[in-house]
């Protein structure tokens, strides 16, 4: 199963890697200097995070979920419906708004 939020430093959850990564974003878009080596250095290791867990994501999402499905439609049932990353919108999303 793919952790939304971390079980320890060593594997985060998307959550926890998601939270790391805009912080570090917002950090460095509002400095009025190139970002540090340590800020490089946490944007290429949370990168990579990042990219194992949609790894992981798409594994699931090919694999046991399309048996799942199968199973599930075997019995007279609907499959299961993962939206296409551009149907899923956060709650809060949108356009930043500049306080007066």
């Not at 990219?51 to 499905?69: C, E, F, I, T």
């Amino acid at each position: 199963m793919l952790p939304v939020s971390g079980a320890g430093a060593d594997k985060p959850g998307i959550a926890t890697v998601s939270g790391v990564l805009s912080s570090l974003y917002t950090d460095v878009e509002g400095a009025d200097r190139a970002p540090t080596e340590a800020q490089r250095a946490a944007q290429s290791d949370y990168d990579a995070r990042l990219a194992a867990l949609l790894q992981r994501w798409q594994a699931l999402r090919d694999g046991d979920m399309r048996q799942v499905d199968a199973q599930l439609v075997a019995m007279g049932k609907p499959a299961i419906r993962l939206p296409a990353i551009e149907e899923i919108r956060l709650e809060g999303s949108g356009e930043a708004k500049d306080l007066p």
